[in-house]
């Protein structure tokens, strides 16, 4: 455990968060008047969800294929250019955020990644598809903690997901080898899959609270990937990043992980609040 991923493991828990945006927003500032949930002297989520807001433009994303139409938010920093190609990051909701009001998938955290601090030295496009309700990015069961790939077809929004990663990137100028994932609860289940499903797609995946298939871990151990999980959640067991972890370690890979001591299922308040966590998703680079 190296000193950026030990620092996080003492942390108590904060005030949970809501599952729709503005509700969402108006608990953090009343845990912040409470003295909870931001540290002094940082700008809180409700600060940086009202600054970048405007910033992301809002689309729909249509597949005759499936029938499946997903609005999606996109952010695209300036400077993105043939000769200046960004990152493209895939950001994966939870479940509290399915729908279609194409707004509340920026909850929890979510719009840490457009904040210029994180941004700086690795622009990056940031997408922000929403699951329809009753659907899910994995169909299985958040509860177990892990599931069998090969009894699990790819479900429709992940597979409507990536024709949209397709598509963005011909539309902007995207550099190929920094194409990077991230996502919790529902959506950290939406990680695994995504990663184990096409191993050598990403530059690097983030993966919060969320679960996968150990049987199939070695097909990244060459990924760069960190994932975070509470000891105490009661949403999605912590097993699923532990058994996901030792499989890729016994595999030979090198993964970072960070198991928050006496924290629920909100680790997006330790991962998404962290700016070095979040530059270090976007430094990526798949190597040749």
């Known amino acids: 455990m190296d000193a950026l991923e030990s620092r996080h493991v003492l942390l108590s828990r904060p005030l949970e968060a809501a599952p729709r945006l503005l509700l969402y927003l108006a608990m953090v500032t009343a ?21 970048h ?14 029938g499946l139409a997903l609005p999606y938010r996109l952010f695209v920093p300036a400077g993105c250019s043939a000769e200046s190609p960004c990152g493209l990051l895939l950001f994966l909701h939870g479940a509290g955020e399915r729908g279609d009001d194409n707004e509340a998938q920026l909850a929890n955290d979510a719009l840490g990644f457009v ?31 892990s599931y069998s790939l090969a009894r699990t077809p790819i479900s429709k929004p992940m597979a409507v997901a990536l024709k949209l990663l397709a598509t963005l990137q011909t539309q902007y100028p995207i550099a190929p080898n920094r194409l990077l ?18 191993p050598t797609m990403f530059a690097g995946a983030l993966v919060l609270c969320g679960g996968g298939d150990p049987e199939h871990a070695a097909a990244l151990r060459d990924l760069p990937l960190w994932a975070f999980h509470g000891d105490q959640d009661q949403a999605v067991p912590v097993r699923g990043s532990r058994l996901m972890i030792k499989a890729l370690r016994k595999a030979g890979g090198s993964p970072r992980y960070t198991e928050v001591a006496g924290h629920g299922h909100d680790v997006w308040t330790v991962a998404y609040r962290d700016v070095e966590v979040m530059r270090w998703l976007l430094a990526q680079r798949r190597r040749p």
């Open 53 to 66: 807001m405007p910033q992301l433009q809002a689309h729909v994303f249509a597949d005759p294929a499936t």
């Open 115 to 145: 904040r210029p601090e994180v941004q700086e030295g690795n622009p990056t496009i940031v997408v922000y598809p929403q699951c329809p309700k009753e659907m899910q990015w994995v169909d299985t069961p958040w509860n177990t903690g």
């Open 31 to 51: 845990s912040s008047c409470l003295g909870m949930g931001t540290p002094p002297g940082a700008a809180s989520p409700h600060t940086i969800a009202r600054n």
């Open 181 to 198: 994932v991230t996502g919790l609860s529902m959506g950290g289940y939406g990680v695994w899959d995504i990663i184990v499903r096409h």
